[in-house]
């Protein structure tokens, strides 16, 4: 089992910047993919930003340019920064990690950005 505790999230105007973290603790031997999703009320969740073991990344184009996901592999964290947030940007937050075959997630993360 993988256990993910996020971090970083809250409340910020628009323009503003925040970092959102998840670290990865238990049985952990191969970690392949972390990413972040978000869930905007009404919505359904989306993929915001994902990385690989090997450094390479991918954006939701909404996102691209402003937020940047990066991991850190000694310590099995991931993290999100978040700039120049828009109100549509606003959701829960959760980090994803694949330890194949498996997928796990956080508990999730408020961001909220106000207008």
């Known amino acids: 089992q993988v256990q993910l505790v996020e971090s970083g999230g809250g409340l910020v105007q628009a323009g503003g910047s925040l970092r959102l973290s998840c670290a990865a603790s238990g049985s952990i031997f191969s970690i392949t993919f972390m990413g972040w999703h978000r869930q905007a009320p009404g919505k359904q969740r989306e993929l915001v930003a994902a990385?690989?073991?090997?450094?390479?990344?991918n954006y939701a184009d909404s996102v691209k340019g402003r937020f940047t996901i990066s991991r850190d592999n000694a310590k099995n964290t991931v993290y999100l920064q978040m700039n120049s947030l828009k109100p549509e940007d606003t959701g829960v937050y959760y980090c994803?990690?694949?330890?194949?075959?498996?997928?796990?997630w956080g508990q999730g993360t408020q961001v909220t950005v106000s207008s």
């Open positions: 994803t990690v694949i330890q194949s075959p498996y997928p796990y």
């Open positions: 990385i690989t073991s090997g450094g390479s990344t």
